[in-house]
């Protein structure tokens, strides 16, 4: 199984980028996909992630409203539009994606996804 995220580059502060990441391999389930970021110095933390046997999305609250997960229909790609774009939002972005279904109080987990990109670097300046 791998994961292969990209998109990621240089924008000015306010600008939008398009994160993709593509899955291939041995199908393995694929019962939610996420992403996460790092910050340079911090830890990795969670954005946003989808379930697909609901279809049910989750945001972290600092993107709530600026950013965006969708896919196509099957769950082979998963975009991640990102608007309104601010310097905090500089990381590297990382797509995941879990065997299992979490419940919907785990979905902010990483320890819930089995499968991780190489990330993408996004800078946003100000």
């Known amino acids: 199984v791998q994961l292969q995220a990209f998109g990621g580059g240089l924008v000015q502060a306010g600008g939008l980028l398009r994160l993709s990441c593509a899955v291939s391999g041995r199908p393995f389930g694929n019962n939610a996909m996420g992403w996460f970021r790092q910050a340079p110095g911090k830890e990795r933390e969670f954005v946003v992630a989808?379930?697909?046997?609901?279809?049910?999305?989750y945001y972290a609250d600092s993107v709530k409203g600026r950013f965006t997960i969708s896919s196509d229909n099957f769950k082979k790609t998963v975009i991640l539009q990102m608007n309104s774009l601010k310097p905090e939002d500089t990381a590297v972005y990382y797509c995941a994606a879990a065997r299992l279904s979490p419940i919907a109080s785990q979905m902010r987990r990483e320890s819930q996804y089995d499968y991780w990109g190489q990330g993408t670097k996004v800078t946003v300046s100000s």
């Open positions: 989808i379930r697909w046997s609901d279809r049910s999305t």
